[in-house]
């Protein structure tokens, strides 16, 4: 049996509406829980502001520079000069950190 439900219109648009705003909050949750690959607004506002990227990242990943001079093979004095004092490092340890990372050589640029 194929039953109809008569609604107004108003009542039709605010029923897409909500609908629309599940949706949305149901992406928003979903891109929250996987925070390996998301990048919030504060990461972007830090980022925008002038902070090191490769610090950034590594807050991000929750590692702290020995962590991450563990897992990547640089020095950890190293990690802290490129994210304290500016400087950069070659090609071969920004690969290598970005690889302890899981992100792009690009990213830390």
């Keep these: 049996m194929n039953e ?3 609604i107004s219109t108003a009542e039709y648009e605010r029923l ?3 609908a629309e705003d599940l949706a949305d909050l149901q992406a928003v ?4 829980a996987d925070q390996k690959d998301g990048v919030y607004s504060e990461f972007v ?3 925008l502001d002038g902070e090191s990227l490769l610090k950034l990242w590594r807050e991000h990943r929750g ?3 020995t962590a991450l001079s563990k897992l990547s093979g640089v020095n950890r004095i190293q990690i802290g000069d490129i994210e304290n004092r500016g ?3 070659s090609i071969t340890t920004l690969k290598k950190l970005a690889n302890a990372l ?3 050589v690009d990213d830390l640029i």
């Design 87 to 89: 400087q950069t490092g």
């Design 63 to 65: 590692l702290s520079q």
């Design 29 to 32: 949750e979903a891109s929250k």
């Design 16 to 18: 897409i509406s909500a």
């Design 102 to 104: 899981d992100i792009q």
């Design 45 to 47: 506002k830090r980022m």
């Design 4 to 6: 109809t439900v008569t």
